[in-house]
């Protein structure tokens, strides 16, 4: 696995703790639920061996309401998730929440490279945005975010841009690039290279086949949790059509499928709200089955997918972090792909969640407000659901007679090897419909003060170089089509003219570099020359749009903060 795909053992070694413990789960070891009803009559699949389970299954059935839950169990979790039939509360379980076990796995800021030593970057595409949500919800609560749980990218892909649409569906992206001087550093310059994927009709969307897959463990407990995620899914089932199916999985002490494939968006709204949380988390057996579900509903041609909500607190047993990350890229290659939201405070296990989906070859998102579940399984569903191109790699290569040093800002945890672009084996991130992907690169014009001094010892221009002097630079895409095993190349020569004529970015482009200055600024980017959150609010300052708006009111409260 490149760096870029690699997933930190601390992430996942407590996710498959349900593996090393299937020989008390009873059918959750085969993969194969059992079905027992509930008072309501509906049928409820569970996939347990615990005492509790087994008294349901030896119970006679009943037509009266069940007798009363048992008293609430304070000050630690209860031992299994609860179903709750219609009208039947179970009471709260209380749960003590430290603020300050949240996990991140941050890189260090990317480093400066000589164009004659290393003309080539590469990196994979990245439209997560995640961090943008989970940095927003800092802030809000009047507390300046972790500097590793700040991704520039994602803050970055958050905002739509004026991209122009592509021409065609054969080609499914367009590709813009434009220069600007750099507000921090009027010595440098910054390059935006920008893909718009193709929109997607309703009626043109191919059939769903989706897992909801619920954490109800104790710690999912919180406002900000479990009844978020209700929300949050709710809203994404009034968007499907007839042709897709939902089905539902939780854990918590045990795994069970509580939803059978429906399109009916009442049953999957009243499943969703009988959902309480309680118990300790085995997320592996609660993965297992979901994917044995998807595997089971398979559509050829279609969308099959699992949507895992959760804290990421998986926090029982120890368990092998090679074998999870082979069981979901063998998924994944199989065309079942996990998308991950992130949910809550405190215990939230961001690095996992981030890293998961781009195992799985699907997209991150933190949700934080019922606006923003509406925003990213509403507004930008087709986003979320339909992939339009998968494994896109970009690389960049820049012309040293034009551009002495350059440097990218953010993707740190997305770069690649410069042999893996040609590599069809290589994993890389996918693209949705609709969906678009901005990368910013701060680069030294030749002969320009850059961060690194001349050598000694340079040899003279190559030759080539000379002889392409008006190109700044030569970008290629690698993508596949969504069912496509062989990579499709796009190659674009970016004209020097461009850095000639550059000046200060205005309009989208200014609000792009905005954005991009804010992340660089929290990460504590040495080489943002003291830029402040004054002059980032002046560059993104005259925006109409809410989430636009939202942002600069965001740069204002970091500026109180950081004053406090």
């Known amino acids: 696995m490149r760096m870029a795909r690699t997933i930190t053992a601390s992430c996942i070694t407590a996710l498959l703790a349900g593996c090393a413990a299937q020989q008390d789960m009873g059918p959750v070891a085969s993969g194969r639920p059992t079905t027992e009803e509930v008072a309501d009559g509906s049928d409820v699949i569970v996939t347990t061996g615990s005492r509790q389970n087994e008294a349901v299954r030896n119970a006679p059935t009943h037509t009266s309401p069940p007798p009363p839950p048992p008293a609430p169990i304070v000050g630690k979790v209860a031992q299994e998730a609860r179903i709750a039939p219609p009208g039947y509360r179970v009471p709260p379980v209380m749960v003590a929440i430290d603020p300050g076990r949240e996990r991140y796995d941050g890189k260090e800021v990317s480093p400066v490279h000589l164009v004659r030593a290393e003309p080539v970057s590469t990196f994979s595409v990245d439209v997560d945005t995640g961090a943008y949500a989970n940095t927003r919800r800092f802030l809000t609560e009047g507390r300046m975010p972790p500097r590793d749980a700040v991704r520039s990218e994602e803050l970055i892909n958050y905002f739509r841009y004026d991209y122009p649409l592509p021409d065609s569906r054969d080609t499914p992206f367009s590709i813009t690039t434009d220069v600007a001087v750099t507000p921090w550093n009027p010595e440098t310059r910054l ?189 930008q569903m087709s986003s979320t659901l339909f992939t339009i191109a998968k494994d896109v790699k970009i690389q960049v290569e820049f012309n040293p007679a034009q551009v002495s040093q350059y440097r990218l800002l953010g993707y740190e945890n997305r770069a690649l090897r410069e042999e893996d672009f040609d590599n069809d084996l290589v994993d890389a991130g996918d693209i949705g419909a609709g969906h678009q992907v901005t990368a910013i690169y701060e680069i030294v014009p030749a002969g320009a003060k850059g961060w690194i001094g001349p050598r000694r010892y340079d040899d003279p221009l190559p030759e080539a170089a000379r002889g392409k002097a008006g190109e700044l630079a030569f970008v290629k895409l690698r993508y596949k089509l969504p069912n496509g095993k062989a990579s499709r190349l796009i190659e674009r020569a970016v004209p020097a003219g461009l850095m000639h004529r550059s000046s200060r970015p205005t309009g989208d482009f200014a609000f792009a570099t905005a954005v991009a200055a804010f992340g660089q600024t929290l990460r504590g980017d040495e080489m943002m020359n003291g830029f402040t959150f004054d002059q980032i609010t002046g560059l993104a300052r005259g925006q109409h749009d809410f989430w636009r708006q939202e942002f600069v009111r965001l740069v204002g409260v970091a500026e109180s903060l950081k004053g406090g």
């Open 191 to 379: 390059m935006r290279i920008g893909l718009r994927g193709y929109d997607l009709r309703r009626s043109a969307r191919p059939p769903a086949n989706l897992v909801f897959l619920v954490d109800v463990s104790g710690s999912m407990r919180s406002q900000d949790k479990l009844p978020l995620v209700k929300t949050a899914l709710s809203g994404l089932a009034g968007e499907l059509g007839k042709q897709d199916r939902v089905s539902i999985v939780v854990y918590a002490g045990a795994a069970g499928l509580v939803l059978e494939p429906t399109s009916d968006e009442r049953k999957i709204r009243a499943a969703l709200d009988r959902l309480q949380a309680g118990g300790s988390t085995a997320g592996a057996a609660g993965l297992k089955l979901a994917y044995n579900i998807a595997r089971d509903n398979f559509i050829d041609g279609g969308v099959n997918r699992i949507l895992i909500a959760t804290d990421g607190d998986f926090n029982v047993g120890v368990s092998d972090t090679r074998s999870l990350i082979e069981m979901i890229e063998r998924e994944r290659e199989n065309g079942i792909t996990l998308t991950t939201l992130g949910f809550g405070t405190g215990n939230y296990n961001e690095a996992m969640m981030e890293q998961i989906a781009d195992h799985g070859n699907g997209n991150y998102a933190y949700i934080d407000s019922a606006l923003e579940a509406r925003k990213v399984l509403g507004e």
